[in-house]
């Protein structure tokens, strides 16, 4: 179809595309020749980062006034759920009771469904112990499964974790935990191994040999991939796995965790679960329990799209906070630069990195280049928001305007064709091109438009290497934890963290139920009593609820009508 | 009067502006034309338990089968990645029977009577091309069964490897096959047994097993921040016009850099 008759280009989307077929041959010759975009040193990144990316709004965040990491700096909408009671606040007395009777006993419990969660409960039946693993929704809803663009690890002879090592303390700033840092990068060959034996399908060469690329920030190719669907490809197979082993790991699916229960020496002993279908609380005693429940993108941060999934509203931090573990990093949050705006229907849906790592330009309105495609994330997503920012506010005024009044960028993906061959996106991309195309686009004829989107918790739970918290008894691995990937995660690390530290924590907490576990003791909320003193000194009030379990996207015509149900979040 | 009576079922009659009329599991509401299934059924007041996962098109929570008035043909979607058109008479299809049997990859065979073995009812294929015709994901659904039975697990590995295991297939098979778990069994025993193991990522897994890499990390932790940052904006990159990468050593700054003479690099 010609560009003039698609009945969803705006006039002057089209006169910007025409811009963009009119620069791409000498693109192409550009990048045919080596030519790049210059990098930005140091100095230029952090200069713009703190104009422009929203981390350094300082209005959108609030000193947390509760708590072992009291005084940290977060956006409103994550001290929010800190700054709320617990769902068993109202009846505290009551399951004081009701927790000393529990329905399940078993070696370890497994708090999450995702890759973290599901490689934590493998590892911990490997070493003997029996597993429950309980989660939200159904096994496998977890970002883990939409994650696109790989896994990294230095593998091939002119890389080496040490070089990893470097590339993910720049890439965070080097804020990262050196200790946690080194584990991932030494384990990370091991891990992508352990996978291939699992059956995972990573894209290679006919002798066996991986594929791999560059992502943001990566100084050596070393991004994995099955496809465009890496994350689907490992989530799969460690759940199948997992359900290979009914005997070892028993799965409990709509039911997260709400709260964790302790005993009077302080250790971690289990935890409640809220069945949200028959909405039924479970007692779960547990020898150790493992968090592994993810990330926070569900919040909705500074009212910011996501590509999170359903479920991801950060409610494992907020157990594991009122069970006395601090946080790091949590006032790092990581925007995608490239999540859709255009089409409406997928505005803030994840367009991979491997976009631009299979060489798609990033351009502004005029088809010009203005940025290196490959900066670690929050230089790349701060570039793309200044280009769009009018230039009164010290932006560029170079975005593309889109009908619902956004603005956006062009990722040129019809020029990875051009460089690499008809056929080269649909082979790499299929996911990718698969959804554009369900919604009227072609991207391997016409550019995409861009624009961040709120795609990743950076900081998290305060973690040792062996996937221990100061908790005895708690382990927690994944998104959920902070410091491994300091103030700013690279491009598949995420997918290697959730496996690293999610074998880790399992195995930690298998061998202390092994070793270390003394016995139960007497079971006790005590930590939520103290928690809710603080909230009473600080004046919450009572409708304020976490964890979140479901973000509410029911619309407020229909709420106002709703006059005598309520949701239980704080979302409301 | 078909028309009217279709609009009985509905509290509020008058066609707004930009909306259609829509019908979950039979039942009329009004929404935004430009909306995706899913944010439709959150429009009209419902907050989804099942039905909704990654919102994104790659978990198979939200398989959705719909009709709508021009035609008696079952159409297919995600319901996060559908947009709604009129009149459309929805279901979502969050979950359906299927049952994973459970086995163990290592001691199986990559063979077409192994799985057949875990899934006998393969074997029952009767070549309707139905799978096919329901998946929302366009995958050649019928083939990869059917080259299940040839034995050819490349082939299915391959066909299916984009399987979000919404199971709408399942819901729609009349030899009750079920699709997504023979998929996810074959592309492990294909990958498991038949592909190549990379030489290279072994070679590597052992050199990090011996602490080939330990004085290196050792030693960059040492570094004080300074010295760090400067040999991280001076590194080379892979790729880069000009950089010719013979090794992996870390030697590329003269100021900062690693003395190998005590180590067998």
New interface residues.
Partial sequence: MELREHPLYSPEMIESIKKVEATRPRRAEEAR????FE?M??EEADKLLHQFHPDYIMEQKRELRVGPSKGELLNHEVADIFEAHSRLAKKLDEFSEFIKEPEITTDVLVIGGGGAGNAAALMASEHGADVVIATK??L??A?T??AQGGIQ???????????H???V??GGH?KND?DLV?AL??DA??V??WL???????D?D?????WVQ?GGG????RMHS??D?S???IM??LR??V????DKIREIE?SPAVELILNERGECIGAVLFN??TEEYHVVYAKAVVLATGGFGRLHIQGFPT?N??GATGDGLVLGYRAGVPIRYLGAVQYHPTGAIFP??IVG??ITEKVRGSGADVLNVDGEKFVFPLEPRDVEAAAIIRECAPVEKGGRGKGVRTPTGNYGVWLDAPLIDLLYGEGTIERKL??MV??YR??GIDMTKEPILVYPTLHYQNGGLRIKPDGSTNVPGLYAGGEVTGGVHGTNRLMGNSLLDVVVYGRRSGTSAALYAKEQFRDFGKPTLQHIYEYEKELAEIGVPEDKISPVI?P????EH?RKK?LTSY?QGNLY | MAEQSRKSGSINPEKPKDMVPIYIMGKRYFVPK???IM?AI????????RG????????G?CGTVYRTPDSYKIKVGLAC???VEPEMYIAQLPFYPAV?K????EEMEPTAEAVLGIYPEVARCVACNTCTKVCP??LEVMDYIQETLHGNLDKV?DLS??C??CGLCVSRCPAEIQHPFVA??V??????HL????????K??KE??EGK?DA??KW??SLP?EK??K???T???????GVE????K?DWNDEVKFDYSGTNR
């Fill in positions: 020749r080596g030519y790049r990098k040193s140091l929704l159904r496998g809803d970002n499964m939409m690890a230095a593998v091939t002879p002119v890389d080496s974790p040490a070089i090592y470097l590339d303390m720049g080097f050196p080194e990068v030494k060959p091991f992508i191994q291939e034996r699992l059956g995972v399908m990573f290679k006919p002798d066996g040999t991986m560059h990566t100084s050596r190719m099955c496809r669907y994350g689907a490809g799969r197979v199948d796995e359900r290979n082993r009914p709509f949200i279908e590509t999934h359903y409406e229907q849906l994840l299929p996911a698969r959804m369900r919604f479901l509410n996207y029911v619309p229909v709703q949701y | 430009t909306l995706t944010k959150e429009y009209a007041g419902y907050q989804l338990k909704a996962g990654c919102r994104a098109g790659f978990c929570a990645q559908t947009v994973k459970t086995y163990n990859i994901q366009e590995a490897f984009d979000v295991m996810i069994l592309r492990r025993l294909y990958n498991h592909v190549p193991r990379s030489q290279q990522l072994a590597r897994v990090v097993e890499y290196e990390i960059l932790k921040l760090l940052k040999l991280y904006s590194r080379p990159r892979e790729g880069d016009p990468l013979k090794d992996n870390i």
